[in-house]
């Protein structure tokens, strides 16, 4: 045990001076971090529309966070137990004292994770019976005329329109929407009908 001297010769912080010293430590000591764990204590987006659940594998788990902008832009979107690979920053949370990471990025960890993903999805179609073959319509051997049912202002209609231009000129009619958030579904399944 060390001497009474030594102990009060130590630097005296206030709790607020050592959070964030200890923040500062572990931002600039790690900044942007990929890990690798399962998704643990998702229950979908907060009624703020950020995201909280924890990353874990079998010996310890960090608490993580989506912000409410960044999980509009997802494509892959966090699932309960799916293994992942989380993109983000890794930083501290002085009022609590825990640190937790930000994630920026997601997408499933290996094949594996995403081969499991699509035959649960598959599963889910199947079940609401779209893949019945009564439902099964052939396409066109030259069709006259193509339907895209897409965003107008990303950058896949204008790859598509030049493929089609450069490759098989034909009539292209458009039918914009939202492809990602709220709405995006019904809008879709509204084009196609359309």
């Known amino acids: ?14 709790v607020s001076e050592l959070s964030q010293s200890l923040k500062r430590t572990v931002e600039d000591t790690y900044g942007h971090v990929r890990v690798r764990g399962e998704i643990s204590g998702f229950r979908g987006p907060h009624s703020s529309g ?3 659940f924890a990353l874990k594998d079998e010996s310890a788990k960090i608490e993580a966070v989506i912000w409410k902008g960044v999980h ?4 892959f979107k966090p699932q309960e137990g799916l293994e992942v690979i989380a993109t983000g920053k890794l930083t501290t949370y002085p009022g609590s004292s825990k640190y937790q990471i930000v994630i920026e990025a997601l997408e499933p960890a290996g094949i594996g994770a995403l081969m499991a ?5 598959k599963k889910k179609l199947a079940a609401e019976g779209l893949f019945d ?3 099964k319509q052939l396409l066109p051997w030259l069709p006259e005329v193509i339907g895209v049912v897409t965003s107008p202002t990303g950058a ?5 329109l030049h493929r089609l231009e450069d490759r098989f000129p034909r009539r292209v009619l458009v039918w914009p929407v939202k492809v990602q958030g709220d ?5 879709v399944a509204a084009a196609i009908r359309g």
């Not at 045990?1 to 206030?14: I, R, Y």
């Not at 509009?72 to 494509?75: D, K, V, Y």
């Not at 993903?117 to 999805?121: A, I, N, S």
């Open 183 to 187: 709405g995006s579904a019904e809008q």
């Open 72 to 75: 509009g832009r997802m494509r």
């Open 117 to 121: 993903l699509m035959e649960e999805r």
């Open 156 to 160: 896949v209609i204008r790859d598509i």
């Open 133 to 135: 073959e009564a439902r």
């Open 50 to 52: 950020h995201c909280y």
């Open 1 to 14: 045990m060390p001497p009474a001297e030594q102990l009060n010769n130590a630097f005296e912080f206030t």
